[in-house]
């Protein structure tokens, strides 16, 4: 499979420099460290600037602002984000090289009657789509994916491997020492264009639905508890867990492995760095971070002693403030 320089331009933009010629042949997309002289690669970093002037990539995409350092090197396709052309060269290249995909469901598959699948829709698979369930138009749902009863995905999206839409949450009320189940009686929406992760699992809402927005990007071993509610355009790193009822607002982003408290909130555009435990709601934008330093074992358990007697040292230090002002 090969594509003509010419033809990634004058679908994709940008501006062919260097004396790139048009009718060259692109074998492939490749990072800058190894990309050989039929290869077209990116540079979205100015931090990796030394690596485009090693590059053999027949042709590199560069930002405006690293124009000159390109063309020191030859070719090269100037835009305004190389990241997002890079983005949508692969799309473009994932078109020629793959059939289109009909709508499908797999011979495997165990779609109930009462389901509703878009015609366009793929079910691929061992999939199981259960009572009530509806698939819109475009999506693709991978293999062995399970879509509980009642629950709704959208247009255009992509469900890989594994995952688990609609679930049991996690419902249960004390009774002398037992637990009682809580009867999960909602079901899960979600938007178009959302694409979630190998094994993530969504839990149905206890008595409303929960809700993942439109162009919602999730991970994968991601845990959505019930009730949950993702705001348009958030994206989240693998092995994140949102605990029940915690609402997350538009165009945020949870790094890997940190954790969301249930009953938060997130204002929009909140970014919460990897590993961080959010445990109390969020009103403003900015980036959050809740993490103690690694450390040898003996230093971090020195350091965890001294860190729960801040607040005592704190009383002591205002008082020790207090008696220099009163002398």
């Known amino acids: 499979m090969s594509l003509l320089l010419g033809h990634i331009v004058d679908a994709l933009g940008g501006s062919l420099e260097g004396g790139a010629v048009a009718d060259t042949t692109i074998s492939r997309i490749a990072p800058l460290e190894v990309a050989g002289p039929g290869d077209l690669s990116f540079l979205s970093n100015p931090r990796y600037q030394q690596q485009l002037a090693a590059s053999r990539a027949a042709c590199v995409i560069v930002a405006p602002a690293m124009r000159e350092v390109a063309l020191a090197r030859g070719p090269c396709i100037v835009a305004d984000n190389p990241y997002v052309y890079f983005a949508r060269a692969t799309q473009l290249w994932r078109q020629h ?24 829709a793929v079910v691929g698979p061992l999939c199981v789509v259960e009572r009530g369930a509806r698939i819109g138009a475009g999506t693709v749902l991978k293999s062995r994916v399970t879509v509980g009863e009642d629950c709704h995905i959208g247009e255009r999206c992509i469900v890989h491997a594994g995952v688990v839409i609609g679930a049991d949450g996690f419902g249960f009320a004390p009774e002398k020492g037992q637990w009682v189940k809580i009867e999960q009686l909602g079901a899960v929406h979600i938007g178009d264009d959302v694409e979630i992760g190998a094994n993530t699992c969504i839990d149905r809402g206890a008595l409303q639905d929960t809700v993942i927005e439109d162009g919602v990007k999730l991970d994968n071993l991601i845990q959505v508890g019930h009730n949950v509610r993702i705001g348009k355009h958030s994206a989240m790193a693998g092995c994140v867990g949102v605990a029940g009822s915690a609402t997350i607002g538009a165009h945020c982003t949870v790094g890997g492995g940190a954790i969301v408290l249930g009953h938060l909130e997130l204002a929009d555009n909140v970014h919460i760095s990897a590993a961080t435990v959010v445990t109390r709601s969020i009103t403003r934008p900015g980036q959050y971070t809740g993490m103690f330093p690694i450390d040898d074992n003996a230093r971090w358990e020195k350091n965890a002693a001294t860190l729960k007697q801040l607040h005592s040292l704190r009383e002591r230090i205002k008082a020790l403030e207090q008696a220099l002002k009163a002398a």
């Open 97 to 120: 090289t793959s059939p289109a995909v009909q709508g499908s469901v797999h011979a495997s598959a165990v779609v109930d009657p009462s389901a509703h699948v878009h015609p366009t």
